[in-house]
């Protein structure tokens, strides 16, 4: 089989061997072939290119079989064939003995957008079958791009505002707040996905389900086994998984990875990337997670795609309880090379900076210069004096010549043609696995203040459970907890708490033994959950409300056996810094509002304001103040359209919809803001 024939492989297509695999070492190289190199570019034949990465001074064959080798491993670029001949370090003498053999060969497809010659791609090359979910913050961005290159279809965004916002230019793409409606339209074969990184995972295992191609903004997911699985189903299902790892993409930074592959910097020695902001703040992801993505990405590219044996991070949470606002992160590779990615976003300026240094030279890619400097080499900017005293050479460095693009325009389009040509992209899903893999161990080290972990024990260490918790949450054994429920920064399930399906736990919340929960219930932050309540499904509870469970506390009197009983029923709503006092319930679709202090049992759809509460009328099932009775006593819900009756005095009753039956998908979904639908 030719090496064409092999890169043109379909994606679940699996590779076979009758032969066993090859191997590549220094001893089956001929004497007459070989030649010293530190670092090389070869170009084996018209269509394709062997793309060599190097570690110190090698020996490499460049011969008919070098060109032939199979490639091994499909990587980011093509097809990877891994040779090694490196010995372990109790192998390993004196710095004078012979460096190791360590090579990386990538085969290039000639179509890969950062090899062809760059033109913008003509937008009638792909049609319009791409869905983009999340149109807001980052997905615009998305939005103009791919709109621009002919393929954007659909525009699915959980907020009609955010929709509107689109002007113009996106009369043809159509707009929807509904999943189901990308997922039931057989005209798109691809999906991209820029919604909150808690939902990743969810979207992007719908979409290959679906039988879609998909991109997903960084990080793929928040959980390495979540990550690996949809890798595993992409595979299956032969569809494109790529990771929106932006830097990748960037000419600058493709030049310095060539800079770095032909020799120009030598051997490679450690790399530092920098930054730095004043903003944007986050409270739901910390900078570690936020910034370094990026960064971590092009630093593995650079060290040949392996992954650290440690990784080391520190950080402290300034504005927000339990988020770094900035980490430092060390990387250690197992042939010395080391990394250090600096983030933060509370700095006085802004700072996007890589350094590579090398044996040879040094490389600076400054972000936040003009285009024409944004890529400076230094090259032999030392001199051994005597052949052993380092002196530095402090000359200018030189501008790299780059070709002016929009690295988001060919990140889009490399997805693009990666879905036309069925090529395995550059950040593809085992690529984002790696990300995911040393943002674990980071955050990680950083809960250990500092303990160096590696990165390849986190699958030993993890253990597989049907929700997220965030790696400062505390889950006691004992607590049972369903499936695509979400505990976040520095919350607490006790042992023998009981949790449903799809809930959401805010920071520093806390759920103590025995508590009942239902399915769909968000908790918000800094709220405690004590003993002797019971929570049904599809219930909100605002930030730092209270819920007690004894009356009459003292805390010279132990009454640990005589827990109060509160119940909240399904629906209902506890507004921010409300108290409900125990002992009472609070019926289906009542909304207490903030502060209120409750006091006593409230009726279904109740409105209660003030301290103590008083009832102050009723609220529709979608959170709306129902006034205006028609000559019938009916009144209506404003959003909803849904009939309501006082059919007995102090009781409401919906006539549309059963209290107990959850709302359809459409009806679950809001359809605008609260001012828009107050009565006049």
């Known amino acids: 089989m030719t090496l064409a024939q092999r890169h043109a492989r379909p994606l679940n297509t699996p590779k076979t061997r009758k032969d066993g695999p090859e191997t590549c070492t220094s001893s089956n190289l001929g004497h007459e072939s070989i030649r010293p190199l530190r ?15 190097f570690r110190g001074s090698i020996y490499q064959k460049v011969t008919k079989e070098t060109e032939t080798q199979k490639p091994k491993q499909m990587s980011a670029l093509g097809s990877v064939a891994s040779c090694s001949n490196q010995p372990t370090r109790s192998q390993r003498g004196s710095e004078i003995s012979p460096p190791p053999l360590r090579l990386r060969v990538f085969v290039v497809n000639p179509h890969h957008s950062s090899f062809r010659h760059k033109q913008p791609m003509n937008p009638t090359d792909s049609p319009r079958d791409l869905a983009l979910i999340g149109a807001g913050y980052w997905g615009k961005n998305l939005a103009r791009n791919f709109n621009a290159l002919g393929a954007l279809h659909t525009l699915c965004d959980n907020q009609p505002s955010t929709l509107a916002t689109y002007g113009a230019e996106y009369t043809a793409v159509r707009k929807t707040t509904r999943l189901d409606d990308v997922l039931a339209d ?56 790529m990771v929106g790892h932006l830097l990748q993409y960037h000419p600058c930074v493709q030049r310095l990875q060539a800079l770095l592959a032909q020799g120009d910097l030598g051997k490679l020695h450690y790399i530092t990337s920098n930054r730095l902001n004043l903003g944007k703040i986050r409270r739901e992801e910390n900078a570690l997670w936020s910034f370094a993505p990026h960064d971590l990405s092009v630093i593995l590219s650079l060290a040949g795609n392996q992954l650290p044996d440690q990784v080391i991070c520190t950080g402290d949470a300034y504005l927000t309880k339990g988020v770094a606002d900035t980490t430092l992160t060390s990387l250690g590779f197992d042939d010395g090379v080391r990394a250090h990615v600096y983030v933060s976003w509370l700095n006085p300026f802004k700072e996007q900076k890589l350094t590579v240094v090398g044996s040879h030279g040094m490389a600076v890619f400054d972000d936040t210069r003009p285009w024409a400097e944004k890529l400076i080499l230094h090259r032999h900017y030392l001199t051994w004096k005597d052949g052993q005293v380092p002196t530095p050479n402090k000359a200018v460095g030189e501008p790299v010549a780059v070709l002016e693009m929009e690295p988001l325009r060919e990140e889009c389009a490399h ?48 253990t597989p459970t049907p929700y997220f918790a965030h790696p400062t949450a505390v889950v006691d054994d004992g607590a049972v907890i369903g499936e695509g429920t979400k505990i976040w920064h520095f919350a607490h399930i006790s042992s023998g708490a009981r949790i449903g399906k799809k809930c959401i736990f805010g920071q520093n919340t806390f759920v103590a033994p025995d508590v009942l929960i239902g399915n769909n219930v968000k908790v918000q932050n800094n709220v405690a959950i004590y003993t002797g309540t019971t929570i049904d499904d599809d219930v909100f509870l605002g930030p730092s409300c209270v819920l007690t469970n004894v009356t009459n506390p003292r805390s010279q009197v132990n009454r640990h056996s005589l827990y109060e009983k509160t119940v909240i029923r399904r629906g209902a709503t506890i507004g921010a810094n409300a108290t409900v006092v125990c002992g009472v319930t609070i019926g289906r679709y009542a909304f207490v509002a903030a502060g209120a202090v409750v006091t006593k049992q409230v009726p279904d759809y109740a409105l209660m304001v003030g301290v103590p509460a008083r009832q102050k009328g009723w609220m529709s099932r979608h959170g709306h103040v129902l006034l205006n009775p028609d000559t019938q006593g009916i009144m209506r819900c404003p959003e909803s359209g849904f009939r309501y009756n006082e059919t007995v005095s102090g009781t409401l009753c919906c006539l549309d919809h059963d209290e107990d039956a959850p709302l359809s998908v459409e009806s679950s979904i809001g359809k605008g803001h609260y001012d828009g639908y107050k009565h006049p």
């Not at 992209?425 to 085992?430: A, K, V, Y």
């Not at 696995?433 to 943002?439: A, D, K, S, T």
């Not at 674990?440 to 993890?462: D, F, I, T, Y």
């Open 186 to 241: 057989p005209t798109i074969t691809k999906v991209a996905i820029a919604a909150p990184a808690a939902l990743h995972y969810q979207l992007a295992k719908a979409c290959l389900e679906s039988g879609r191609d998909v991109f997903v903004e960084k990080p793929l997911c928040l959980e390495l086994r979540d990550a690996e699985e949809l890798v595993a189903l992409a595979q299956t299902r032969g569809r494109v998984l």
């Open 39 to 53: 670092l090389g570019l070869f170009v084996v034949d018209p269509a394709f290119r062997v793309f060599g990465v």
């Open 415 to 462: 997805f693009l043609a990666c879905c036309r040509e069925r090529c395995i992209p550059r950040t593809d899903g085992l690529e984002g696995v790696r990300v995911l893999q040393v943002l674990q161990a980071a955050q990680l080290s950083l809960n250990r203040n500092g303990e160096a972990v590696c990165p390849s024990e986190l699958k030993r260490l993890a």
